[in-house]
């Protein structure tokens, strides 16, 4: 790339503390941990293996991909249209560098992904851009701005991290349509919920408060 393209980051985002990181890590392992022992997921454990008799490890299944963080703006360097823009907003310039808090509300699982969903407060939806919540999923352009806001845990061999957050905007599509999933039980963490097609969600009882620090990455 040339110099000038080199100006933007990878990306924007809050990048969790370390501290948190490993809690947030053991939490979702916890969490696959129990899914996989459950009766409902071994019932539709066909989505996650294509075969109905195979086994699946998700502690395995799933490969984690670095520090973790929530994308707020992905500027591939400049080469994504409104990057520029989204770099040079003041209250992005001003937010740089400081400390958050970000409430993480629910764990999602599904063939391709593991992920956090997380809530962002009214400040820090300043920093999220307008047309994140837009792309690919039809339906998802009616959904709430900051609703795609997510956490990469892990991705299914030969997955990028890009389909987590649009896993979750399906999800919350299905949810938005009325479809509500079928309940499947209570955890100690929270409920859980089916929404079909190996798409599974973990509503926190007690959402997780991770503290961030909102940076870029140039990789
Ligand atoms: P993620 O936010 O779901 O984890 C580097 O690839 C980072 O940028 C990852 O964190 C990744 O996904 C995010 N990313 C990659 N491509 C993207 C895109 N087209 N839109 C939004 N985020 C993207």
Known sequence: ASLEEMSLPLYFGWFLLSSIQDKVRCTSMDFLKTLDTLEAFKKHLIDFTGKAEK??????????????????EFCDFGKVKGSKEYANNPAVKESYGSAFELSLSAL??????????????????????????????????????????HITLGCAEG??????????LQILALQQDGQQGELIEEMELGSLTYYGEGRWLLALREPICAPAIFSDFYG
Do not use: I, N
């Not at 086994?55 to 994308?71: I, M, R």
């Not at 992920?115 to 352009?141: F, I, N, T």
């Not at 997955?159 to 979750?168: E, I, K, R, S």
């Open 55 to 72: 086994e699946v490890d998700l502690e395995q299944y799933f490969h984690a991909k670095g520090t973790l963080h929530c994308t707020t």
């Open 108 to 149: 999602f699982v599904t063939p391709r992904t593991v992920g956090a969903r997380v809530s962002l407060s009214e400040e820090q939806l300043v920093l999220w851009p307008a047309d994140a919540d837009k792309e690919a999923e039809e339906g998802a352009a009616s959904l709430p701005l900051g609703s795609r806001a």
């Open 159 to 168: 997955v990028a991290p890009v389909q987590t957050g649009l896993d979750l």
